[in-house]
């Protein structure tokens, strides 16, 4: 089936370091959703976007919505510990029916200490 | 408000014994979905329920697997006969609406021996 193919799949930085992963897909989505995964818990969700081009920030977090509706960026900036953990992106793809999410593959962020 | 809960969080049976996991969505979400975890890659849907009748069931093997969400409220999520391969954390998630952000359980772990 469809899947959403995130890079780079590790990451390994020192804290305070900004962070980029990106999501990119072969069909267009309507939404982007970013989700944070820390071990042993579910999937929360960080960004939700909604429009092809958007810029939406939470906190020290900034996502993109891009303009070929194909491709989605989120930015860490200055991290901290508590951002350790797998980052997937998501979203309904009209492609599959609208409602239902594809994830992708994760990007799992490591601050070495 | 109360977020998505599971039970069990871990279980570990035997190959061909049965399991059940229980979901209790947030409450007022309509919509409610059973995702399985595999290691090391993102959710993949498996059921959608809109109250209580499925939207979507294309990826649940029901040779083995069923759901139900008879009073549109809590759900059950069962596995007969269990194989190896689903060794795996059963995500809940539930949104108000179809379509809307999906807010995520801590899911259960279930390991096959």
């Known amino acids: 089936g469809q899947q959403l193919n995130q890079s780079p799949q590790s990451m390994f930085i020192q804290e305070g370091e900004d962070v980029s992963m990106n999501c990119t897909s072969s069909s267009i989505f309507n939404t982007w959703l970013w989700y944070k995964q820390d071990p042993g818990e579910g999937p929360v969700l960080l960004i939700a976007l909604y429009k092809a081009g958007e810029l939406t920030s939470n906190g020290r977090l900034t996502a993109q919505f891009g303009i070929t509706r194909k491709d989605s960026f989120l930015n860490i900036s200055a991290s901290i510990p508590s951002d350790v953990g797998i980052y997937f992106c998501a979203g309904p793809s009209p492609y599959f029916g609208n409602e239902k999410l594809t994830f992708g593959t994760g990007t799992r962020l490591t601050i070495i200490p | 408000e109360a977020g998505v809960a599971q039970s069990p969080r871990y279980k570990i049976i035997e190959k061909r014994q049965s399991v059940a996991f229980w979901c209790n969505p947030i409450?007022?979400?309509?919509?409610l979905y059973w995702y399985q975890q595999i290691l090391g890659q993102g959710p993949k849907l498996l059921i959608q329920?809109?109250?209580?009748?499925?939207?979507?069931d294309s990826q649940l093997p029901k040779d083995r697997f069923s759901a139900e969400r008879l009073k549109g409220v809590d759900s059950t999520l069962k596995i007969q006969p269990a194989k190896l391969e689903d060794s795996a954390v059963y995500l809940c998630a539930s949104s108000r609406f179809s379509g809307q952000p999906q807010h995520f359980g801590d899911g259960t772990r279930l390991s096959i021996l």
């Open positions: 409450s007022g979400h309509a919509t």
């Open positions: 329920f809109q109250n209580n009748g499925v939207v979507d």
